[in-house]
């Protein structure tokens, strides 16, 4: 028969093993629990944070990573030109610039003139400088038989504007190259070149007029004495 000393160190013996068990118990619940929110994430779940399937949160890039070409819901901007009125912009410019850089000794200023303020808009700094050569210049012109014939090519646009607040319309500024080669009693004296900024202003429709002409720096010679050279 067990004395009550052996009895006490039993019952202490047993609530320690019942112990144990309580604490791996909990353990294995713990370890459980974590487990089931770990394959919750994995299994692809959207949480509160997630991004929408098929993208991300933050833009609408395809799925290629470049910008959506997708426009439903936003009315597309239009253009300030045409590619055809741009090209009638341009014709403008190099028609004027041509005309004047093309003279022969035998023009008579006011009929040489006339064509080229056509394609201005009237502003008085063109009529000024849409002119022939004159004095000392022309004379020496005249004696030697002179004569110029202009080409131009638009190098690139500088500027492309609607104003919309002064309701100023439509300008396009754009470098134009112009060569200018000269002669003499037939014969070929110089050839010089140039870059113009020249501007040009809608007045209706895709037709434009000359409304300004500065020259961009220097040319290969240098800057002309004559009219538009």
Same mark, same amino acid.
């Given at each position: ?31 459980? @629990?974590? @487990? ?44 300030? #030109?045409?590619?055809?009125?741009? @090209? ?11 005309? #004047? ?62 104003? #919309? ?40 429709? @895709? ?23």
């Amino acid at each position: 028969m067990e004395s009550p000393a052996e009895n006490k160190r039993t019952a202490a013996l047993a609530l320690a093993i019942l112990g144990l068990l309580m604490v791996g118990a909990l353990v294995v619940l713990t370890l459980f @629990d974590g @487990d089931d929110d770990t394959s919750d994430d994995a299994s692809g779940n959207p949480s509160a944070t997630s991004a929408p399937p098929g993208g991300s949160s933050g833009g609408s890039a395809g799925g290629d990573g470049k910008p959506s070409d997708n426009t439903s819901g936003a009315g597309a901007v239009k253009p300030i #030109l045409t590619q055809a009125e741009a @090209d009638a912009a341009h014709k403008v410019m190099t028609d004027y610039m041509v005309g #004047l850089n093309t003279y022969a000794h035998t023009d008579k200023s006011a009929a040489w003139a006339a064509p080229l303020l056509a394609l201005t808009t009237g502003d008085p700094q063109l009529k000024q400088d849409t002119a022939l050569p004159t004095g000392k210049v022309w004379d020496t012109c005249v004696a030697a038989k002179c004569a110029s014939r202009g080409t131009a090519v638009v190098a690139r646009d500088a500027m492309v504007a609607d104003d #919309l607040v002064r309701d100023g319309g439509r300008t396009v500024s754009s470098l134009v190259e112009v060569t200018a080669a000269r002669s003499e009693n037939g014969r070929n004296t110089v050839s010089e070149t140039n870059s113009w900024l020249v501007t040009v202003q809608g007045v209706g429709g @895709d037709s434009w007029r000359v409304s300004s002409v500065s020259i961009f720096g220097l040319g290969n010679v240098g800057a002309s004495d004559q009219a538009g050279g």
